[in-house]
């Protein structure tokens, strides 16, 4: 499981020129049509603006088809091969000439690139084959023939070809690599040492993707090259795997280790934090990102104002700017249940504001002011009179005793 790719298995009917099959379903693609400006100087000597749109052709097989063979593994140099590292072990140690065995092919990319089925999938990955210059389907192959590019951009836990990395890397650096760390440089040994070494490493390196950095050390004839992207990376660590440079040498290309340098390891966990704070921007609204960032002076006036909350001189961290804008937005998006909230407030103000004010127009006595202010609507009601007695009158009638006396 060393890699997601199947094997090219190609067959020669399939490998025609496109003139020469219009009926194939790869024809029913759309090219992709690469575009360029191009600001010139016309005779009367004003700038003249051109635009070139070029068709992009399909992509030629890189080797051929009757003499392409399947060949994963690699020589066996113990007695049990591990599918995971794709190497041989449990014997003796490996031989360091075996690894020393130039390449078969070679990727030319001016040459071997164009369009293939994978330009109308999105999210393709590329071709691990054409990297290494041995794919012999062309036009047919359902993976991506060409450059990476900032825009592609995959899974942590893949690289551009749809391999799994691992937890760690292998013991000789090489392999997939790890979804623990974004590793952009490359370690290249092997170089043969020259006057224009470092010229001659970058030049080669920048056939795959936009360099960085590039260091090389002379007396030991290895070389770092940083990419600026990490597609760029993994793809140029298959293409230039046992390549030759200028010499006829066979280079030893390998993951990097980190760089035990402060200066280097502040630099690229800043630019860990750019690109994190870029994706921030694009996911959020454009002019949110400008209040924050202060480009908006009105914007920015208005939280100045408004984030004071009624106190002279204070200004709301960004945590209560945040949930202040929280919960207006939740009021917003309710909508009426908020209106009638607002309108039941207010009537308790209104019946503590009546209350207030009787408390305060109340004289002082026995009575507080908020039970003369219930006692001023109650109405006595009157009592119900009792007929008179039918005896005498006098102001002793109904009057009896038991004493006779």
């Given at each position: 499981?060393?890699?997601?790719?199947?094997p090219?298995?190609?067959?020669?009917?399939?490998?025609?020129?496109p003139?020469?099959?219009?009926?194939?379903?790869?024809l029913?693609?759309a090219?992709v049509?690469?575009?360029?400006?191009?600001?010139?100087?016309?005779?009367?000597?004003?700038?003249?603006?051109?635009?070139?749109?070029?068709?992009?052709?399909?992509?030629p097989?890189?080797?051929d088809p009757?003499?392409?063979?399947?060949d994963?593994?690699?020589?066996?140099?113990?007695?049990?091969?591990?599918i995971?590292?794709?190497?041989?072990?449990?014997?003796?140690?490996?031989?360091?000439a075996l690894?020393?065995?130039?390449?078969?092919?070679?990727?030319?990319?001016?040459k071997?690139?164009?369009?293939?089925?994978?330009?109308?999938?999105?999210g393709?990955y590329?071709?691990?084959?054409?990297?290494?210059?041995?794919?012999?389907?062309g036009?047919?192959?359902?993976?991506l023939?060409?450059?990476?590019?900032?825009t592609?951009?995959?899974?942590?836990?893949?690289?551009?070809?749809?391999?799994?990395k691992?937890?760690?890397?292998?013991?000789d650096?090489?392999?997939?690599g790890s979804?623990?760390?974004?590793?952009?440089?490359?370690?290249?040994?092997?170089?043969?040492?020259?006057?224009?070494?470092e010229?001659?490493v970058?030049?080669?390196?920048?056939?795959w993707?936009?360099?960085?950095?590039v260091?090389?050390?002379?007396?030991r004839g290895?070389g770092?090259?940083?990419?600026?992207?990490?597609?760029?990376?993994?793809?140029?660590?298959?293409?230039?795997?046992?390549q030759?440079?200028?010499?006829?040498e066979?280079?030893?290309?390998?993951?990097?280790?980190?760089?035990?340098?402060?200066?280097?390891?502040?630099?690229?966990?800043?630019?860990?934090?750019e690109?994190?704070?870029?994706?921030?921007?694009?996911?959020l609204p454009?002019?949110?990102?400008?209040?924050i960032?202060?480009?908006?002076p009105?914007?920015?006036?208005?939280?100045?104002?408004?984030?004071?909350?009624?106190?002279q001189?204070y200004e709301?961290?960004d945590?209560?700017?945040?949930?202040?804008?929280?919960?207006?937005?939740?009021?917003?998006?309710?909508?009426?249940?908020e209106?009638n909230?607002m309108i039941?407030?207010?009537?308790q103000?209104?019946?503590?504001e009546?209350?207030?004010?009787?408390?305060?127009q109340?004289?002082?006595?026995?009575?507080?002011?908020s039970?003369l202010a219930?006692?001023?609507?109650?109405?006595?009601?009157?009592?119900?009179?009792q007929?008179?007695?039918?005896q005498g009158?006098g102001?002793?009638?109904?009057?009896?005793?038991?004493?006779?006396?």
């Amino acid at each position: 499981m060393a890699e997601v790719q199947d094997p090219p298995a190609a067959t020669p009917t399939t490998l025609e020129a496109p003139e020469a099959s219009e009926s194939s379903t790869a024809l029913a693609l759309a090219p992709v049509t690469d575009e360029k400006t191009i600001i010139t100087t016309n005779a009367e000597g004003k700038r003249v603006k051109k635009i070139i749109r070029r068709k992009r052709r399909p992509a030629p097989p890189q080797v051929d088809p009757a003499t392409f063979k399947i060949d994963n593994k690699p020589p066996p140099t113990g007695t049990i091969f591990n599918i995971w590292y794709n190497k041989w072990s449990g014997g003796d140690r490996e031989d360091a000439a075996l690894s020393k065995t130039a390449a078969p092919s070679r990727c030319i990319v001016s040459k071997h690139s164009g369009y293939t089925r994978a330009d109308s999938t999105p999210g393709s990955y590329f071709c691990l084959f054409f990297a290494r210059g041995l794919c012999p389907k062309g036009f047919e192959c359902q993976y991506l023939h060409r450059l990476p590019s900032v825009t592609d951009i995959f899974p942590s836990n893949v690289d551009c070809f749809g391999r799994d990395k691992f937890s760690d890397y292998r013991d000789d650096m090489g392999g997939v690599g790890s979804f623990q760390r974004q590793n952009r440089t490359l370690y290249i040994g092997r170089i043969h040492v020259t006057d224009d070494i470092e010229e001659i490493v970058a030049r080669h390196a920048a056939e795959w993707g936009e360099i960085e950095r590039v260091r090389v050390l002379t007396a030991r004839g290895v070389g770092f090259v940083t990419y600026v992207n990490e597609s760029n990376a993994q793809f140029a660590k298959e293409a230039m795997a046992h390549q030759a440079l200028d010499n006829g040498e066979v280079l030893n290309v390998r993951w990097a280790t980190a760089d035990p340098n402060p200066l280097a390891q502040k630099r690229e966990a800043r630019r860990i934090e750019e690109q994190a704070a870029e994706a921030i921007r694009k996911a959020l609204p454009a002019a949110y990102v400008a209040e924050i960032e202060g480009r908006d002076p009105e914007q920015k006036k208005r939280r100045k104002i408004e984030g004071s909350f009624g106190l002279q001189g204070y200004e709301a961290p960004d945590d209560v700017w945040a949930a202040k804008e929280k919960a207006e937005w939740e009021y917003a998006k309710l909508g009426a249940p908020e209106q009638n909230l607002m309108i039941e407030g207010r009537q308790q103000e209104q019946e503590y504001e009546q209350v207030e004010d009787a408390q305060v127009q109340a004289p002082a006595g026995i009575l507080s002011g908020s039970t003369l202010a219930a006692l001023k609507g109650y109405k006595a009601a009157a009592a119900p009179k009792q007929p008179p007695t039918q005896q005498g009158g006098g102001l002793l009638v109904g009057y009896d005793s038991d004493d006779s006396d």
